[in-house]
């Protein structure tokens, strides 16, 4: 009896998907067509995850999407790491985009670096090179470095730079910056004092956008990283206590001093004792900035502070 003979494919036979002889012709297509097919994935990635499982299609996607043009075009929720997915790859993920010249990664890295790693002049040196792009949110960030003096001391504050980064900022149409503008013009603070001018801004800051939920831009990432980032570690702090006996460094007691922005949504950590400005009334808030005072106090602390301030009264008595 014969053996039966297995059939050639109609596709092999017709070069259909594969050229003569059975060559895929995934593999005639130019580098140039597959990087312009990986950087549009990278631009309308929702999640460092879609780029990843791209990576993960082929080996040469595996290659091709680790070239500078793919990281360069990916888009800030492509490089949004998770504070409980942080490890030595993605910081090397975030570092190589950087390095691409992705301003949404020298962004990201440059607050995770400032705030949470204590990488006070690289975290700088990235958000100055995101700024210099025209990125909004760097502009803002450095403006409330400015305005505070992080990283330094009180002689180090610059409100006047401040003023002239959140303009930027605010012309670019980032939202928190313009409702800082707005504050300092009503405060005279770091500008000359403009209480119409000021009014109009936050006026304006606070008109619904289309398209845009809430306070949510290019910054939530990188805040909603850093308050994850201090919830974990805060967690952490009791079991590695426990495990040591309950005794921790000069250094490690420096550090629980230093003071959260109050603002649930903000993330950002003092870098000195007494940076943030504290409420007036109650001195029991921080805050980084008068923006993130005048959400917080619309959304929590207003009714907060006017417990506070008839509780300290009636002790008065």
Not at 100 to 126: D, I, K, P, Q, T
Not at 135 to 164: I, M
Not at 230 to 236: G, K, N, Y
């Amino acid at each position: 009896m014969r053996k039966p003979t297995r059939r050639r494919s109609s596709l092999i036979k017709g070069g259909g998907a594969f050229g003569p002889g059975g060559v895929d012709a995934f593999d005639r297509l130019p580098d140039d067509l597959v990087l312009a097919l990986l950087a549009g994935l990278a631009a309308r990635a929702g999640g460092p995850a879609d780029l990843a499982a791209a990576a993960l299609t082929c080996r040469r996607f595996r290659e091709l999407a680790a070239h500078p043009t793919v990281l360069s075009r990916a888009a800030a929720a492509a490089v949004a790491v998770r504070a409980g997915g942080w490890s030595d790859a993605a910081h090397r993920f975030l570092r190589r985009c950087a390095a691409a010249g992705n301003l949404h990664a020298c962004y990201f890295l440059g607050m995770v670096r400032f705030y949470c790693l204590g990488s006070r002049e690289s975290g700088v040196a990235l958000l100055a090179r995101a700024a210099a792009g025209g990125h909004a949110a760097a502009l803002y960030a450095l403006a409330v470095v400015r305005f505070n003096g992080s990283g330094g001391g009180k002689a180090d504050k610059d409100p006047r730079a401040g003023v002239a980064l959140s303009a930027r900022a605010a012309w670019l149409g980032h939202v928190p910056a313009l409702r800082e503008l707005g504050h300092c013009l009503q405060d005279g603070y770091g500008a000359r004092r403009d209480a119409a001018a000021g009014r109009h801004l936050l006026l304006h800051a606070a008109a619904p956008r289309r398209g845009r939920a809430g306070e949510d831009d290019d910054g939530a990432a990188a805040s909603r990283f850093m308050v994850e980032w201090w919830a974990l570690t805060s967690a952490e702090k009791p079991a590695t206590a426990a495990g040591e006996g309950g005794s921790c460094g000069a250094g490690e007691e420096d550090a629980e001093e230093l003071r959260l922005c109050s603002h649930a949504r903000c993330g950002r950590r003092e870098t000195r004792r007494h940076e943030f400005r504290r409420c007036s009334v109650c001195g029991s808030a921080n805050y980084c900035s008068r923006a993130c005072q005048a959400l917080d106090w619309k959304r929590a602390h207003r009714g907060q502070c006017a417990a506070a301030h008839l509780l300290a009264a009636g002790n008065a008595y």
